[in-house]
């Protein structure tokens, strides 16, 4: 595997469901991210781990929760989530979280029943 | 707080035109980074540019070009003789001293045969 993977590519889930999704880098970067993409919307950051500490929240319910166990990895639980949570959901990842681009990955589509 | 205005929404072309994507940015600070990606429809966002605020240097990469001016916060991306495959969502984003990635609302480009 190349790049940031992310799995699944595509998750259905009900409100009352509890599903996760994963991202992991192959690039050695110590930087990660979650972003939202909703239909006629900019992206919105969610989440921004740097070397394993979380160090943005933004703002984001908590009804989402994310994880980082180690560098290469990163999930974001998800639990009791409202239809208007339908949308792409993308990880990146970076080395340093300011001067380097972020590589991105395919996106999980997610719709909420 | 960083803003990054696209104010072309849509815009469509014939194969072999050439077309210019407008990007006006906002910040306080004096070192930021300007990128450009671009979200074909498979949902990956694909790095294509990176540019410093003390590099005001134009770019060019094949048939893409990019335009960098200060003194009127624009990074405006040009795609020299489109192609069918250039059809994608483009995204200009900036990020500063906040590390956050800010992007804007993206403009859709489709190249017809």
């Known amino acids: 595997e190349t790049g940031v993977t992310q799995t699944p590519r595509h998750l259905v889930m009900g409100m009352t469901n509890k599903k996760s999704l994963k991202c992991e880098q192959h690039l050695g970067h110590n930087a990660m991210y979650w972003y939202k993409q909703s239909a006629k919307k900019p992206l919105e950051l969610m989440f921004v781990?740097?070397?394993?500490?979380?160090?943005e929240n933004n703002s984001v319910p908590s009804r989402f929760s994310p994880e980082c166990p180690n560098s290469s990895h990163l999930f974001l639980h998800l639990h009791t989530l409202q239809p208007e949570d339908s949308a792409l959901y993308l990880c990146a990842s970076s080395q340093g979280l300011i001067s380097n681009e972020q590589f991105f990955g395919p996106g999980t589509r997610l719709t909420v029943l | 707080a960083q803003k990054v205005t696209q104010a072309q929404t849509e815009i469509s072309v014939v194969e072999k035109e050439d077309v210019t994507l407008d990007c006006v940015y906002e910040t306080r600070d004096t070192t930021y980074y300007l990128f450009w990606y671009k979200q074909p429809p498979s949902g990956e966002l694909v790095f294509l540019i990176r540019?410093?605020?003390?590099?005001?240097q134009n770019e060019i990469s094949g048939r893409y070009s990019w335009n960098f001016q200060k003194s009127t916060s624009s990074f405006n991306f040009t795609i020299t003789a489109s192609q069918v495959v250039d059809s994608a969502v483009y995204f200009c984003?900036?990020?500063?001293?906040?590390?956050?990635?800010?992007f804007g609302a993206g403009t859709t480009v489709t190249v017809r045969a």
């Open positions: 781990y740097s070397l394993e500490e979380r160090v």
């Open positions: 984003a900036l990020i500063a001293n906040d590390y956050k990635l800010s």
């Open positions: 540019r410093n605020s003390f590099d005001e």
